[in-house]
Nanobody, 120 residues
Framework: VQLQASGGGLVQAGGSLRLSCAAS????????VGWFRQAPGKEREFVAG????????NYADSVKGRFTISRDNAKKTAYLQMNSLKPEDTAVYYC??????????????WGQGTLVTVSS
């Protein structure tokens, strides 16, 4: 399966963006999906995860209440709605398949990343 992340861009602090993660080559519906991000000079960190059915979600403390992960299995796409964005949310965002947990070792396929820049 190949993943394509999109939807990044430049936004002012307090604004919103919605990222998409589209799968090709195989259905997305059988797999949990996670979103990670990596800021310059920092390690990749977990942002949010969702179960294969969409019934369970998991969020990093830093984004709880601001970000919402969702999925549409019919469209083979997962989403990350990001509201109340802060400059510290600036990073390249990646989607991945395999888990909804925070350890990147649980994931076996990664998208190419989409850049989110939040200006103050």
């Amino acid at each position: 399966v190949q993943l394509q992340a999109s939807g990044g861009g430049l936004v002012q602090a307090g604004g919103s963006l919605r990222l998409s993660c589209a799968a090709s080559g195989r259905t997305l519906s059988s797999y949990a999906v996670g979103w990670f991000r990596q800021a310059p000079g920092k390690e990749r960190e977990f942002v949010a995860g969702i179960s294969w059915s969409g019934g369970d979600t998991n969020y990093a403390d830093s984004v709880k209440g601001r970000f919402t992960i969702s999925r549409d299995n019919a469209k083979k796409t997962a989403y990350l709605q990001m509201n109340s964005l802060k400059p510290e949310d600036t990073a390249v965002y990646y989607c991945a398949i395999g888990s909804m947990l925070s350890d990147p070792k649980n994931y076996w396929a990664w998208g190419q990343g989409t850049l989110v820049t939040v200006s103050s």
